[in-house]
């Protein structure tokens, strides 16, 4: 069965920057892109970005562009998401998570980022 | 980039009632359109693909329809276990995008 595994919950200053990893398993890994989907709390669903996990190529919304990077490693089936710059409003529980054509069918537990000083 | 607006942002039922939410986007997006139910502290779950597929596992209780820019998510006898938020999401070569969510509660 299809799973991603995310790295814990963190505690960022301002300024600083976060890696959040994701770790797939039950299916080829280099078969499907992964999403990477933020929530703040009490609010919607964002879209950051997307990443061929076969090649590496990125999509990024433009809001993030210049902000996050997303990367992945083959060898353990490993996505991630690095977010710099942090501030404040970007306390939010990020998703990492596997489409089936245009929707997303698996999701991850998510990561808890506070962004406190 | 295309938007999504959805509404009614939150709504109040009771059990059996029928429920509808719409989903707008702001140009054609053909079927490309997926709802999702979200329950506090939970991932969303994919309930309907392309506008109008049921997803498996999901009751049939729960149906889409629409394409081009206007779009409806119907839940024919609401439940208690209904209790949650539901987004659209729109797909386009750009990305994706989410409409600002519907919080359904009974009433």
């Known amino acids: 069965q299809v799973q991603l595994v995310q790295s814990g919950a963190e505690v960022k200053k301002p300024g600083a920057s976060v890696k959040v990893s994701c770790k797939a398993s039950g299916y080829t890994f280099t078969s499907y892109y992964m999403h990477w989907v933020r929530q703040a709390p009490g609010q919607g669903l964002e879209w950051m970005g997307i990443i061929n996990p076969s090649g590496g190529s990125t999509s990024y919304a433009q809001k993030f562009q210049g902000r996050v990077t997303m990367t992945r490693d083959t060898s353990t089936s490993t996505v991630y998401m690095e977010l710099s710059s942090l501030r404040s409003e970007d306390t939010a529980v990020y998703y990492c998570?596997?489409?089936?054509?245009?929707?997303?069918?698996?999701w991850g537990q998510g990561t808890l980022v506070t962004v406190s000083s | 980039d295309i938007q999504m607006t959805q509404s009614p942002s939150s709504l109040s039922a009771s059990v059996g009632d029928r429920v509808t939410i719409t989903c707008q986007a702001s140009?054609?997006?053909?079927?490309?359109l997926n709802w999702y139910q979200q329950k506090p502290g939970k991932a969303p779950k994919l309930l309907i693909y392309d506008a109008s597929n049921l997803e498996t596992g999901v009751p049939s209780r729960f149906s889409g329809s629409g394409s081009g820019t206007d779009f409806t998510f119907t839940i024919s006898s609401l439940q208690p276990e209904d209790i949650a938020t539901y987004y659209c999401?729109?797909?386009?070569?750009?990305?994706?995008?989410f409409g600002q969510g519907t919080r359904l509660e009974i009433k």
């Open positions: 999401q729109q797909y386009d070569n750009l990305g994706i995008t």
């Open positions: 998570a596997r489409p089936l054509d245009t929707a997303i069918l698996y």
């Open positions: 140009q054609d997006i053909s079927n490309y």
